[in-house]
Nanobody
Framework: QLQLVESGGGLVQPGESLTLSCSAS???????VAWFRQDPGKGREGVSC???????KDAEFVKGRFTISRDNAQNTVYLQMNNLRPEDTAVYYC???????????????????WGQGTQVTVSS
C-alpha cells in the first residue's frame, strides 16, 4: 500500500513563496501524482498533476504561479508556489494513481492514494 506524506506548508505573507513536498513510501514509477487543495467549507479542487513522464496539467487559477515537478529517484513530487495570495489558503493534499501517462481529470475518484495534507496559510 503506497503511503504519501506531504510537508512544507506554513504561514506566509501575500506575495511570498512556499515549496510543498509529497514523499512516497515506495516507488512512484508509472504513477501520476496530483496536488489538490481544500478550504474549509469548500470542496477539494485539483491544482496540478504530473505523470511519470512529466506530462503536466495545471488548473487555470495557478498557471504562471505554481510549478509541479518530480524527482523519481527520490520518490518525491514538489509544488513550488510563488506569489501566494490569501485565497490560496487551504489544506494541500497529494494524490497518486497508477499506470497513466495522461493526467486524469481532477476528480477525487480518479486517484487511489492520498496523503493527510499540509496546511498553507497566506495572511498578512
Amino acid at each position: 500500500q503506497l503511503q504519501l506524506v506531504e510537508s512544507g506548508g506554513g504561514l506566509v505573507q501575500p506575495g511570498e513563496s512556499l515549496t510543498l513536498s509529497c514523499s512516497a513510501s515506495g516507488s512512484l514509477d508509472y504513477f501520476a501524482v496530483a496536488w489538490f487543495r481544500q478550504d474549509p467549507g469548500k470542496g477539494r479542487e485539483g491544482v496540478s498533476c504530473i505523470t511519470f513522464q512529466r506530462n503536466i496539467k495545471d488548473a487555470e487559477f495557478v498557471k504562471g504561479r505554481f510549478t509541479i515537478s518530480r524527482d523519481n529517484a527520490q520518490n518525491t513530487v514538489y509544488l513550488q508556489m510563488n506569489n501566494l495570495r490569501p485565497e490560496d489558503t487551504a489544506v494541500y493534499y497529494c494524490a497518486a494513481t497508477y499506470g497513466t501517462n495522461t493526467c486524469p481529470p481532477f476528480e477525487l475518484n480518479e486517484y487511489d492514494y492520498w496523503g493527510q495534507g499540509t496546511q498553507v496559510t497566506v495572511s498578512s
